[in-house]
Each structure stands twice: as structure tokens, then as C-alpha cells.
């Protein structure tokens, strides 16, 4: 089967979710299905919009670093959200047309027009089947948008599902969380079948670590792309208030500007030695400091994008063996339950969060059994298992 992977994303880089999720995804459709391309952000500045092809693999090379100055200092973000996605899919259409007689086209949407512009020049050409991959109902999360654009971020929602349904099956749905699926269904009255693709993760441990609580110091691990609010990472660290000296927190990710907000907000914790941040590094690199941490939390707080959201971290925390303590939210519980492959605390309450690490601490045998069982079933949950679902987006009837 001929395959065309499209996602807007720098894979030649590995530091942000999205780029791991996207390479680790083509790396494994390439390995199940040997007749697979890719169309990717290229990495090279050197030109301002210039197809790259490596094998089967075509980059779509931008200039973003010299011209990024008119988004910082005229405050536009036309750069980003419209000119670079219209002209990388410009670009693409090329590709496309070099490629020619393509079974199954997926594309991880990465932006509403977007999608729709494409779909428009998809129907051009010979295609059997396209398929669109939605992350989140973006116009939900409050941070992104200002009132009226979530009104207009709503509709243009709403667009793009009715004009999926009428094309519906030679163009179909896919989102990374049954609950996502569900949202769409329920709130636009979505009808045809969409389906569920989740992420995974690419560690390969043949064994999980080995919990070991019989020492004087205990480091407590998030690594995320970002620490905005809907991340929760202040209630994270603020739990260090009810943990005892013994306990320290390892943040890494976050942009530069969120680095220096918490160390000027944190700087006591960060002076004492009990909170640590990291600038984000290679993929590659995390694996081994899972490893050396004692606990793995997602502390997401209430809200749409929690409900939404199918964080890497989770699956990277079990494939390790990392105990795990979650918030109580959808997204987490559609994969993990407490008690059994994880604990999970109250969202937005600190002080529960700590009393809930504290408890697997004084619970070794427990935390054992969780960190054990999550480990089992994060086998379900690898790359290879992704793109199985993928290809089977082909024979969707």
C-alpha cells in the first residue's frame, strides 16, 4: 500500500512532543509498511521554502529565524499560523503530484483552514482515502484564544466537521483519546465513525526499573514541552511545601521564559536545592533520567484540555516501570486507573498531590504493583501499535 504521512512538525529535531510523536510515528508506518512517504518542516534556513528529499522522506524548508522578528516586535503571528502552513502545504501539493497514486493520505492537522485548504486540493487528486488527525477542540482551552476568536475558532470547528461528514468515507476522522472522539460526536453531532489512534512511546526497556525507597533522598520527575497553566505545573511544585526535606523536583522543558518565571517565583526551592530545571534536551536523553527518578507525575488540572489532552509522558512513566501519580482527570483515567497501574490526587490540590507520593513511599509492596502493572500495559501502547491503527484507517468501512 502506497502511503503519505503529512504533519507540519521539525522531526529532524526531537525536543518537543510534538516532533517525537510525529518522527516516532513515521519511523514505525515506514517499518510496517515499506511504501510509505513523508512530508515534513524542514530544519535548513537556508531558503525560504524549498523542498528537501531524502528517500522517500520530502522537508518543506523554511526561513522562520530571520523573519520571526516582525511576530516579536509587531506582536502578528501571521508568520506562524497562516503564511508558513499555506505555503508548506503549496509545497506539499508538489510533492504530491511527484508521489502520485497514493492509497492512504494522514495528516495531522495543524490548524482548522488548514485542513480544509487541504482537504480542498486533496480532491484533486487519486486518492483513496484521506485521513485527518485532531489533538484537541482547541477553541475549549481558554489560553489559546481570546472570547470572540473562540466563538469564530467554534464555528470554523463546526465547518470542518460537517464538510468531514459529507466527504465521508473517502475522507474520515482520527483523534488520540476515545473522550475527544466522544466531544466531537456529542457536541457537533458527528456521525460517521472516527477513529481512536493514541499515542505511544518508543522506550524498549526489556525490563522496569527497580524501585528501591531505602535511601535518604527522593526526586520527583516531569519532563513536558511547556509549562503553561494547563499544565499544572505549580500545583507540582507547590507540593514541595508539604513534602519534607527528603524530596526534590526535576522540571525539564518549558520555553526560556517560563524557565526564568519559576526560578524568580521559586527561587527558594531552587536555591535549597530541592527544585531543579532543565532546559529541554534530546529525546534520546530522557529515558535514563526516568530512570534515576523516584516518581513520575502528570499533574493536570481541571478544565476541557485535560479532557482532551494524551500525554507522552504517561506512556514514557510506564514503559520505565515510574510509579505514577496522576491527576483525576479523562484523559488520564482513559488509560490508567488508581489503585492499579497508578495513584491519582485531587487536580489543583497540592497538598493531596504530596499526601499521595507520600503514601507510595510508605507503601513499597503497593507502589511495586502499580508501577509493575502500568509497565504490562504500556505494551499496548508502543509506536508499532500506532501505526497498525493507522494503516487500518484504510479498511475503515
Known sequence: MKMLYIAFSKIESSTRGNQIQCKRTYEALCKANPETYGIFLGIDCRGFSKIRQDGNTFYVDMDTKSLAWIEKYFHIVILKKILYPYLFIRQSIKIIKKIQSIDLAYVRIFGLSDAEYLMNKLGK?????????????????????????????????????????????????????????????????????????????????????????????????????????????????????????????????????HRKTFKFQFKELIDSGRLQIVPPMEHEKIEELLYNSDFGVIPLPKGNFSSYTSPLKMFEYMAIGLPIVASNVPAIQEVLSSGVNAIFFEPDNPEDLAKKIQYLLNNPELTKKVASNAYEVSKKFTYGRRAEAILNCYNLS
Request: charged share 25%; net charge positive; aromatic share 16%.
Open 125 to 257: 487528486f487519486k486518492i483513496n482515502r484521506v485521513v485527518f488527525e485532531l489533538h484537541d477542540l482547541d477553541y475549549a482551552i481558554s489560553i489559546y484564544h481570546h472570547f470572540f476568536e473562540i466563538v469564530i475558532r467554534k464555528f470554523q470547528h463546526k465547518k470542518l466537521f460537517e464538510r468531514l461528514s459529507k466527504s465521508y468515507p473517502t475522507v474520515s476522522l482520527a483523534t488520540v483519546s476515545k473522550i475527544l472522539a466522544d466531544s466531537i460526536k456529542k457536541d457537533f453531532n458527528f456521525l460517521p465513525p472516527i477513529s481512536v489512534v493514541a499515542n505511544g512511546h518508543d522506550f524498549s526497556s526489556v525490563n522496569p526499573k527497580v524501585i528501591n525507597y531505602n535511601k535518604e533522598k527522593f526526586e520527583i520527575i516531569y519532563a513536558g514541552l511547556n509549562f503553561f497553566k494547563i499544565k499544572g505545573i505549580d500545583c507540582l511544585i507547590k507540593s514541595l511545601y508539604f513534602l519534607d526535606s527528603r524530596f526534590s523536583i526535576k522540571l525539564i522543558g518549558g520555553s526560556e521564559k
